[in-house]
């Protein structure tokens, strides 16, 4: 079965601080990788995803992310956060050609002014 | 994006009674649709996979008979808390996704069920 971890629990940062958020997967085929977004009191929205190609995906509002094949790994990164980056991310992952999501514990990300 | 419309966001029943959660995806034809509970402080646990046309796929543990899913369309999955009792009090959350290996999910906004 497919797990995904999210070692951080509760990320507090400053304005322009750099952000890394750990993310690690168990899965024994091909994957496809997922970032989620949640703000306060709204839904879920993909910040990037990560199908096949270049391991390294931009996605939206300055959010990158990596996959590292060799340790199972998709950690999301942004150079300089703003305060409106204040959400829960999840990290999430299906196995290829199964539509099936499976979710990290996500990690909340409180950004200081 | 596409957009998919989760109704209601908030519902408050007696214990006993049973609630109708709808998720429609409204600009596209969504083959699979997917009904999640997240608790408190925790992530999304998957509790079913509704495919248009045919009987929902239950997660291990996942009472069918209580969380009774229908998806009579390509646009429009529900799902009813049958006998809804205090511990069914939780946020349900549903995703569309188009058919395919390349495809996102869209979530809806989700809905708050409180159990009095």
């Known amino acids: 079965a497919q797990s995904v971890s999210q070692h951080n629990h509760h990320v507090i940062l400053s304005e322009a601080a750099s952000l890394e958020l750990g993310c690690n997967y168990s899965?024994?085929?091909?994957?496809?990788l997922f970032w989620y977004v949640q703000y306060p009191g709204q839904h879920l929205q993909l910040l990037l995803k990560?199908?096949?190609?270049?391991?390294l995906v931009k996605g939206i509002k300055g959010f990158e992310a990596e996959f590292i094949k060799s340790k199972f790994s998709f950690n999301l990164r942004k150079p300089s956060v703003q305060w409106s980056d204040t959400a829960e991310y999840f990290c999430?992952?299906?196995?290829?050609?199964?539509?099936?999501?499976?979710f990290g514990t996500g990690t909340r990300l409180t950004i200081i002014p | 994006g596409a957009v998919v419309s989760q109704h209601p966001s908030w519902v408050i029943c007696k214990s006993g009674t049973s609630v109708k959660i709808e998720c429609r995806s409204l600009?596209?034809?969504?083959?699979?649709m997917f009904w999640y509970r997240q608790f408190p402080k925790q992530s999304l646990m998957l509790m079913a996979t509704?495919?248009?046309?045919?009987?929902?796929?239950?997660e291990q543990g996942v009472e069918k008979d209580k969380f009774l899913i229908n998806h009579a369309s390509l646009t429009l999955s529900t799902l009813t808390v049958t006998s809804a009792h205090p511990e069914d009090s939780s946020f349900y959350i549903c995703?569309?996704?188009?058919?395919?290996?390349?495809?996102?999910?869209?979530f809806g906004q989700g809905t708050r069920l409180t159990v009095v």
């Open positions: 509704s495919n248009e046309g045919s009987k929902a796929t239950y």
């Open positions: 990560y199908f096949s190609g270049d391991p």
């Open positions: 600009d596209f034809q969504a083959t699979t």
């Open positions: 999430a992952v299906t196995g290829f050609g199964n539509e099936k999501l499976t």
């Open positions: 899965y024994g085929g091909t994957v496809n």
């Open positions: 995703s569309a996704q188009r058919s395919g290996i390349y495809t996102e999910a869209f």
